[in-house]
């Protein structure tokens, strides 16, 4: 169960907490993946067949409501969703926030539950390959990072 509100929840217990709801559904979750236009996706995840889902974290009211960048992560995704504490979930049904359409994850920093799940609009399949490239090679780069933390290969990239 999620907990209540707690002040201390920062944006790490919050993607803490989405990860292990989306790994355990089937998806491959990675934090900060930078996007072509150079917006960077709080988390972004892959599910078995493919799909991409684009989630924005927040864990204040003024940064929600004062985030303008979130509505060009359609471009990159099939889904879109907010993950929030649970203090800010009733923030997130004003219009503003799409929520015909965007997905509603609440999290603490050991579990998360949806919701509301995602519309899905499918991404033009070469958008769908240079995203999944992105991807692939984000996941591949940190994991090379953490098996030979002083190569110095990594800075002619």
């Given amino acids: 169960m999620v907990e209540t ?5 920062t944006a790490a ?26 917006h960077r996706a709080d988390l972004m995840a892959v599910s078995r067949s493919g ?4 989630v924005e974290i927040k864990v204040s009211a ?3 409501k004062g985030d303008r960048k979130w509505q060009a992560y359609r471009d990159f995704s099939d ?8 203090a800010l979930t009733d923030l997130l049904d004003d219009a503003r926030f799409a929520p015909d359409r965007c997905g509603l994850i ?7 539950l949806w919701v509301r799940e995602s519309c899905t609009s499918a991404l033009a399949p070469a958008r769908r390959r240079a995203v999944l490239l992105g991807f692939a090679r984000a996941g591949a780069e ?11 290969g990594f800075n002619a990239w």
């Fill in 13 to 38: 217990d919050v993607v803490r907490g989405t990860c292990r709801l989306l790994w355990l559904q089937g998806w491959s979750p990675l934090a900060e993946v930078t996007l072509a236009d150079g």
């Fill in 142 to 152: 940190r994991a090379m990072r953490i098996a030979d933390p002083g190569f110095e």
């Fill in 106 to 112: 609440v999290a603490d920093r050991h579990e998360a």
């Fill in 79 to 86: 889904r879109f969703a907010w993950a929030v504490p649970p």
């Fill in 62 to 64: 003024g940064d929600l």
């Fill in 51 to 54: 799909e991409i889902l684009i």
């Fill in 5 to 9: 509100f707690d002040a201390s929840l």
